[in-house]
Structures are given as structure tokens and as C-alpha cells.
């Protein structure tokens, strides 16, 4: 279970990045308040326009980087003073996470199941697992820069779900595969929640959203606008799909974000 | 094709010079380093050459005629002591540094002299110590002295040119008890300047790919999200970069040792060292290491700090240049140091390293020097690893955007 109570991010921004922007302040506030739950046996999903805080969210919610304001709570653990505690929970994948393209999966995958803390046989046991739902397993021995995007993708996925997490967060998982590919990222996804797991993911694709998640919450300039279930958006809104309920919204929000 | 061509090269050096960092880096800090390493070095020679210079020769010995101590009270340079020295006290004292070259006429040299047309020659023997500049140069003095001498003699012969030869000049270099024999002079001032930078150079590369190219390819951020905390992370980086800097360091030494009977004609100062001559024991070597160690701690905790603030391999790459001058400066200082080293030296970091590295393999090495050096240098090793892992708790250093 996922608790998030009033969330702030505001970042510090460098002299480059001020002068980047035009009003020339010192700070970016990327999350302003936000709080939702996630409960186990669930996927949530969060939806929102390219710069509207989804991964700023994700990345406090996986402590990378620590709320200016609020709490999180993973499994009964606090945020960033139980940071680590909260790192056994949770799975995290966001595309500026990458793997050493030096090393085979093979390689990699147990270097990560190592860090967890898992034991040799329990490594081999879940490595094979995921690679042969992912199809992995033929290249275990190929170098990872001699493979294609979508091989690379799974590959982080996989690496992502070694320690067997029961938090799952995974920001834009289907950005840049194709269908084929997609759709085993997405089927998977409903395979772990039907396992019991707690799962959070982003995107901008409205249909994928719509397909997945039993929640909603879109998220637009660091708020949340609206959250429920798709029936429930859908009657907030007037409109009968995901993508009229959004325009509907940010329409309303004076259509500002900051990209 | 022509206007295409024009088109790319355009953009190619707008991408350099608008690029303050590249324009830095491979144009400002070029001109400058060169310009600074230069000077110094031209700096460090001539002060070195000056202090030789400057130094007045103290010359003893015996049975020395008259004619050339009047030369030697000439002669601004060099200065007479006068005495009673046997051979080895005399040899002695020279090693000591309390005299500098020691010169021994055959005591019937005058005789032998008149007797030109007859007898044998006459024999000088002249003594100095290989390990010191100083001597070695009062030995160049006293050899153009001695060139005089002659002369002098030869047109008091006038008429008799064929008996151009007046005396047999032996010089000899004092030989060096075992215990503090060392290496050559000259290999001893090279070497702690090559292993530094060797070290440095080797750290330097793996360095900056490791952490800055880590944390520009996203890598490193992926460790983060496992359990380990951030500083065992960044440990272990330091931990395996000090690894490859001892493995650099002994490659370097070896390689070293193994160009000395083919650099020894350049390298010595005698200009004929070789191995068989090289006298260092098994303690020497257990100092000349501890040495490297404290510049191993220091080079790779410099280069991780640097590595960390940086966000890219080339930003890394500029802010870790003008650290790696330093490093060369400090070798090139110890290189022309004038040999007389100021007990402040051994507080200097990476300096002081150097000069105990140099003075090891003078046979001069001690442990206690060494010691201070190697705290020095720990002490500095030590906060430079806990700052870089407060860096890798700043946000703003690992997720800069
Ligand atoms: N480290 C940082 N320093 C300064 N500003 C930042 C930083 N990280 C994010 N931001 C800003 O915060 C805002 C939210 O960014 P965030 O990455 O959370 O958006 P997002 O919803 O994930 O967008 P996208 O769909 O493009 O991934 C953006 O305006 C971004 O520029
Ligand atoms: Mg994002």
C-alpha cells in the first residue's frame, strides 16, 4: 500500500537553468500538493501532460530524491528516514534509469539481485523466470549495447523485478516499444496485480491508461485535477473517454503547463 | 556540395565556440599549462643551476703545490681548506657534504715534475661524491683548474713540445657505502616525478568514466534505488579506482626499472648506472611504497570529488586538468629542487610524498619523513572520501535535472 499526503517538490534551480526560464526565479515547484493512495491488488495510474510532475512524484515516492514537503508511506514504511526499507519494497523504471551497456543481462541481473541481498539460488530461480516471460533468455550472453530498445527495455524491467517487489512503479513503461512489446509490459502488469502487488504507473497514453488502471488521477502543473475510477472521471467530466475527459480538464485548468 | 560543406563546418565551430567550457579546455587551458609548466620548469632549472653556482667549492687535500693553491685563493669559486686529511676521513667528510671535492697530489710530485724528461709522470688523484651536485661540480672546477695548471707548466717548457704530457689526472667518484648507495642521482630525480603522474593519469581515465560517465548515462542512479547506501556506492568506486592506481603505480615502477640499462645513458648522472650497482633493500622499497600509497589515496579521492560535481565526462575532464598540473608542477619542483629540503616539505602534500620517494631511492630515505608524509596525506584522503560521500547525498550533484 501507497500513501502519499500532501507532496511538495520544489527544486533549487542552478544559475543555467534560472536564466533558462523567462521570469528568472530561483525556484521550480514541479509538485505542489499532491496525496493519493494506492492499495495492494491495484494499478494506479497517473496521467498528465509533459512536464506536469509525474516522474518528480515517482522519484520521491522511490526516495531518489527527498519531498520538500509531506509524507509517503510504502508498506508502513516512512519515505526518505526509512529510505532504505522503503528500496526492499519497490520496483522503480523510469527512462533515465539505465544499465551498464558494458555487461551482459545475465551479468547485470544478478550484480541487481545482489545489491538486494538475495541469495545465489533465489537470484538464478527469479532471473530465469522473468527471462523467459520476457524473452531474454537467448540473449543472456549478448552484450546489452548489442541490444534492440525494446530487448533493452525488458532487460530493465526485468532487472527492475528481481528482488520480487511488492510495490511496483513504473513511469512511462511502454514509451518507445512497439505494440507487440507493449502489450507484454501491460499484460504483465495485470499479472502482478492479480499477485497481490501495489502498482503505480505514468504515462501519456490515454489508451493505455484506460486499458490498465482501476484508478486514475490526472495530474497537470504539479496538481491533481481529478482522480477515480474511469466511470468516475468520466462523470466529472461530461465525456465518455479518457482522452475528451482530459482536454475537458485541462481546458478548465486555463490550459497552462509547464513544460 | 561546396555550400553544404560550408553549411557543417559553420556548425561545427559554432558548436565549439559558443561551448564556454570547450573553448576552455582545449584552448585557454592548453596556452596556459604550457605557459605555467614552462616557466616553471625553466624557473626550477636555473634556480637550481644558480644555487649550484653560488655555492663556493670547499676543496681539501694534500700535498698540494703552491702554484695551484694560488690558483685555487684565486678563484672566487672555490675555497681551500687548508689541513691534514688521509684519504678516508677526507672521502668521508665529502660524502657528508662538509667538503666538496678532495684533490691528492703524489708526494713527489714536484720532483717528478723536473724530472719531465725521464721519469714516469706524476699523478693527481682527485675525489668526488656522485651523489651530490655540489661536488660534482667543484669536480668540473677543479679538472678547468687543473687544465690551467698545465698550461702554465707547458710554457715554462717552451721549446720542448714534445713533452705535452705533464701529469696523469685520475678522478674518481667516491664510492657509497652499501647501506646508503641507493640508485643514480639522476634516475632518483626522474623516477617520483613519473610514477606521480603515471598514477594520476591512470586514475584519471577509468575516474572519469566511472563516476561522471556513470552519472551522465544514468547508470549510477539505478545503484541508488538498491538497498546499499549511497556511500558504500561511492566506496566501492574508490575502493576498485585505488586498485587500478596501485596497479598503475607498479607497472610504472617496473616499467622504470626495466628502461634503466638502456636510460641509464641519459637518465644518470654519471651517465654509467647500471642495475648491478643499485643497492636498495627490501625497507626501501617498504618506504618507497607507502610513499606511493599516500599518493594513491590522494590522487583518487581528488579525482572522485572532481568526478562527482561534474555532470558529464567532459566537464569532469576540465575540472580535473588543473589538478593534474599540479601534480606535474610538483613533480617538475621535486625533479629541480635543489636538493636541500626544508623540514615545512615534508607538510606539503603530494610534495612531500615526492621528495621522500626521491630521497628513498638516494639511500637517504626515512622512516619517520615518511611517516609524517603518509598522515599528511591520509588525513587529506580521509575528508576528501567523506566528501564525496556527503556528494552523493546532494541532490543537486546526482540528479542535477
Ligand atoms: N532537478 C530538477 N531541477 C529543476 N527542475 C526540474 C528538475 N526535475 C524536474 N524539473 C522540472 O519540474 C517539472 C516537472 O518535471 P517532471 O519530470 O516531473 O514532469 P513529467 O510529468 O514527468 O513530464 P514528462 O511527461 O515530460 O516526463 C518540469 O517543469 C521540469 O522541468
Ligand atoms: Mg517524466
Given at each position: 500500500m501507497i500513501q502519499i499526503s500532501n507532496l511538495k517538490k520544489t527544486f533549487n534551480l542552478s544559475k543555467k537553468q534560472?536564466?533558462?526560464?523567462?521570469?528568472?526565479?530561483?525556484?521550480?515547484?514541479?509538485?505542489?500538493?499532491?496525496?493519493?493512495?494506492?492499495?495492494?491488488?491495484?494499478?494506479?495510474?497517473?496521467?498528465?501532460?509533459?512536464?506536469?510532475?509525474?516522474t518528480t512524484t515517482l522519484r520521491c515516492l522511490a526516495t531518489l530524491i527527498e519531498p520538500t514537503e509531506g509524507s509517503i508511506n510504502v508498506n508502513g514504511f516512512e519515505g526518505h528516514s526509512q529510505g532504505e526499507s522503503v528500496r526492499r519494497e519497490l520496483a522503480f523504471l523510469t527512462n533515465e534509469l539505465k544499465l551498464d551497456t558494458h555487461f551482459t543481462p545475465e551479468y547485470t541481473t544478478k550484480f541487481f539481485g545482489r545489491l538486494h541481498d538475495m541469495p545465489e539460488r533465489l537470484i538464478d530461480e527469479r532471473m530465469n523466470h522473468l527471462f523467459d516471460y520476457f524473452g531474454v533468455t537467448p540473449f543472456r550472453h549478448t552484450k546489452?549495447?548489442?541490444?534492440?530498445?525494446?530487448?533493452?527495455?525488458?532487460?530493465?524491467?526485468?532487472?527492475?523485478?528481481?528482488?520480487?517487489?511488492?510495490?511496483?512503479?513504473?513511469?512511462?513503461?511502454?514509451?518507445?516499444?512497439?505494440?507487440?512489446?507493449?502489450?507484454?509490459?501491460?499484460?504483465?502488469?495485470?499479472?502482478?496485480?492479480?499477485?497481490?502487488?501495489?502498482?503505480?504507473?505514468?504515462?501519456?497514453?490515454?489508451?493505455?491508461?484506460?486499458?490498465?488502471?482501476?484508478?486514475?488521477?490526472?495530474?497537470?502543473?504539479?496538481?491533481?485535477?481529478?482522480?477515480?475510477?474511469?466511470?468516475?472521471?468520466?462523470?466529472?467530466?461530461?465525456?465518455?473517454n479518457l482522452d475528451d475527459s482530459f482536454f475537458q480538464l485541462y481546458n478548465n485548468s486555463g490550459g497552462v503547463s509547464n513544460v | 556540395m561546396f555550400k553544404s560543406l560550408m553549411i557543417i563546418t559553420k556548425?561545427?565551430?559554432?558548436?565549439?565556440?559558443?561551448?564556454?567550457?570547450?573553448?576552455?579546455?582545449?584552448?585557454?587551458?592548453?596556452?596556459?599549462?604550457?605557459?605555467?609548466?614552462?616557466?616553471?620548469?625553466?624557473?626550477?632549472?636555473?634556480?637550481?643551476?644558480?644555487?649550484?653556482?653560488?655555492?663556493?667549492?670547499?676543496?681539501?687535500?694534500?700535498?698540494?703545490?703552491?702554484?695551484?693553491?694560488?690558483?685555487?685563493?684565486?678563484?672566487?669559486?672555490?675555497e681551500f681548506i687548508p689541513g691534514a686529511f688521509d684519504k678516508n676521513t677526507a672521502k668521508e667528510l665529502i660524502l657528508e657534504e662538509t667538503y666538496d671535492y678532495y684533490i691528492y697530489f703524489d708526494p713527489e710530485f714536484e720532483d717528478k715534475l723536473m724530472a719531465f724528461e725521464s721519469g714516469p709522470l706524476p699523478v693527481i688523484e682527485g675525489a668526488y661524491s656522485p651523489k651530490s651536485d655540489q661536488s660534482m661540480n667543484a669536480n668540473y672546477k677543479m679538472r678547468t683548474l687543473l687544465e690551467e695548471y698545465r698550461q702554465t707548466i707547458l710554457a715554462e717548457r717552451i721549446g720542448d713540445a714534445s713533452y705535452l704530457q705533464v701529469y696523469d689526472l685520475v678522478t674518481s667518484s667516491i664510492e657509497i657505502p652499501q647501506e646508503n648507495q641507493g640508485i643514480d642521482r639522476g634516475i632518483a630525480n626522474l623516477v617520483p616525478m613519473l610514477v606521480?603522474?603515471?598514477?594520476?593519469?591512470?586514475?584519471?581515465?577509468?575516474?572519469?568514466?566511472?563516476?561522471?560517465?556513470?552519472?551522465?548515462?544514468?547508470?549510477?542512479?539505478?545503484?541508488?534505488?538498491?538497498?546499499?547506501?549511497?556511500?558504500?556506492?561511492?566506496?566501492?568506486?574508490?575502493?576498485s579506482l585505488s586498485v587500478v592506481a596501485l596497479i598503475s603505480m607498479v607497472s610504472s615502477f617496473i616499467g622504470v626499472m626495466i628502461s634503466i640499462p638502456f636510460s641509464a645513458g641519459f637518465l644518470s648522472a654519471s651517465g654509467a648506472f647500471e642495475m648491478s650497482q643499485m643497492s636498495l633493500g627490501g625497507f626501501d622499497f617498504l618506504m618507497f611504497f607507502i610513499s606511493m600509497i599516500g599518493l594513491v589515496g590522494m590522487y583518487v579521492t581528488i579525482i572522485s570529488v572532481l568526478s562527482m560535481i561534474a555532470n558529464s565526462v567532459k566537464e569532469a575532464g576540465a575540472y580535473i586538468t588543473p589538478a593534474y598540473m599540479m601534480v606535474m608542477i610538483a613533480g617538475f619542483m621535486n625533479m629541480f629542487g635543489s636538493g636541500t629540503v626544508s623540514s615545512m616539505s615534508y607538510y606539503i602534500p603530494i610534495y612531500n610524498?615526492?621528495?621522500?620517494?626521491?630521497?628513498?631511492?638516494?639511500?637517504?630515505?626515512?622512516?619517520?619523513?615518511?611517516?609524517?608524509?603518509f598522515v599528511t596525506s591520509s588525513v587529506i584522503t580521509i575528508v576528501l572520501l567523506s566528501l564525496s560521500r556527503n556528494l552523493m547525498h546532494k541532490e543537486k550533484v546526482m540528479f542535477p535535472s
Open positions: 534560472m536564466l533558462a526560464n523567462e521570469d528568472k526565479v530561483k525556484f521550480k515547484t514541479a509538485v505542489n500538493n499532491i496525496s493519493f493512495k494506492v492499495n495492494d491488488n491495484e494499478i494506479f495510474g497517473l496521467i498528465g501532460p509533459n512536464g506536469a510532475g509525474k546489452i549495447s548489442d541490444l534492440s530498445t525494446g530487448m533493452k527495455q525488458k532487460l530493465s524491467i526485468v532487472v527492475s523485478l528481481i528482488h520480487n517487489p511488492n510495490v511496483i512503479i513504473f513511469d512511462e513503461p511502454t514509451t518507445g516499444l512497439d505494440i507487440i512489446t507493449a502489450r507484454a509490459v501491460t499484460d504483465y502488469l495485470k499479472l502482478l496485480k492479480n499477485e497481490g502487488k501495489t502498482i503505480i504507473i505514468s504515462t501519456h497514453m490515454m489508451h493505455v491508461a484506460e486499458k490498465l488502471c482501476d484508478r486514475i488521477a490526472i495530474i497537470m502543473d504539479g496538481d491533481i485535477k481529478a482522480m477515480g475510477t474511469l466511470d468516475e472521471i468520466y462523470a466529472l467530466t461530461g465525456q465518455d | 556548425k561545427e565551430l559554432r558548436r565549439v565556440f559558443t561551448d564556454k567550457r570547450l573553448v576552455i579546455t582545449s584552448f585557454v587551458l592548453p596556452m596556459l599549462s604550457i605557459a605555467l609548466i614552462y616557466s616553471m620548469m625553466g624557473y626550477m632549472i636555473q634556480r637550481s643551476q644558480d644555487d649550484i653556482e653560488a655555492h663556493v667549492s670547499k676543496v681539501i687535500g694534500s700535498s698540494i703545490p703552491i702554484a695551484v693553491i694560488d690558483m685555487m685563493d684565486a678563484d672566487e669559486s672555490i606521480s603522474i603515471f598514477i594520476f593519469a591512470g586514475a584519471m581515465s577509468i575516474g572519469i568514466d566511472s563516476i561522471a560517465g556513470e552519472k551522465e548515462r544514468g547508470t549510477i542512479a539505478t545503484m541508488l534505488l538498491t538497498p546499499v547506501d549511497r556511500g558504500v556506492i561511492i566506496g566501492g568506486k574508490v575502493i610524498n615526492l621528495v621522500n620517494m626521491q630521497q628513498v631511492l638516494l639511500g637517504d630515505g626515512d622512516l619517520g619523513r615518511v611517516m609524517i608524509s
